[in-house]
């Protein structure tokens, strides 16, 4: 399983863009990356995911470079309801398994 | 679509009493389903893997009698902490894979349990 690597912490201000870099070196053939969300005392909420170069959903957009070995989570135009942890995982989709080891995640701030 | 649900949302319990937590898959058939345990200000750690009509496996480090899971459907796993101690106190979370959509997991919204 390919081990991702974020900054523990990350502030903003309202209105401003937010980019996340997740780093995973050793990211399989058949990996995807995905992002999740989540919010004190609830479960992780799916954000985007992608596979490589580029994907944009009605929440964010999430760039992977060519060579897969990191991505990076850009929400735009963050607010304060957007403070949250965010977790970048890497796991295999087409198998029985889809086994996913959650790493620190970052945790956003967001001030007014 | 894609909602899956937990049962209870939080449960305070006597030690050395039994705690069942349900999961199920809402809108969508879930062969495969996992559980998560998470301490304040920490990640989530996987605890099993729940598959329909088979035995749960367990990651390292997890006392497979202490905590019993049963997937009997495909929209229902469940996972039961027994004997329960004030160090099993945590937030339980719990996620589910469409199994006709080979894409990502949808987690539930968690359970709060405090052993006193």
């Known amino acids: 399983l390919a081990k991702t690597t974020q900054p523990i912490s990350m502030d903003s201000y309202e209105g401003q863009e937010v980019n996340i870099t997740c780093s995973h070196n050793?990211?399989?053939?058949?990996?995807?990356i995905t992002w999740y969300q989540q919010f004190p005392s609830q479960g992780p909420r799916f954000i985007i995911q992608?596979?490589?170069t580029k994907v944009t959903n009605e929440v964010a957009s999430l760039f992977i470079p060519a060579d897969r070995k990191s991505s990076t989570l850009s929400l735009p135009r963050v607010s304060l309801s957007d403070t949250a942890v965010y977790y970048c995982?890497?796991?295999?989709?087409?198998?029985?398994?889809?086994?996913?080891?959650f790493g620190t995640g970052t945790r956003l701030l967001v001030s007014p | 679509g894609a909602v899956v649900s937990q049962h209870p949302s939080w449960v305070i319990c006597k030690s050395g009493t039994s705690v069942k937590i349900e999961c199920r898959s809402l809108?969508?058939?879930?062969?495969?389903m996992f559980w998560y345990r998470q301490f304040p200000k920490q990640s989530l750690m996987l605890m099993a893997t729940?598959?329909?009509?088979?035995?749960?496996?367990?990651e390292q480090g997890v006392e497979k009698d202490k905590f019993l899971i049963n997937h009997a459907s495909l929209t229902l796993s469940t996972l039961t902490v027994t004997s329960a101690h004030p160090e099993d106190s945590s937030f339980y979370i719990c996620?589910?894979?469409?199994?006709?959509?080979?894409?990502?997991?949808?987690f539930g919204p968690g359970t709060r349990l405090l052993v006193l």
């Open positions: 809108d969508f058939q879930a062969t495969t």
């Open positions: 992608g596979y490589k």
């Open positions: 995982l890497v796991g295999e989709m087409n198998t029985g398994f889809q086994k996913l080891v």
């Open positions: 050793n990211i399989a053939t058949n990996d995807y």
């Open positions: 996620s589910a894979r469409d199994s006709g959509r080979a894409e990502t997991q949808y």
């Open positions: 729940s598959n329909e009509g088979s035995k749960a496996t367990y």
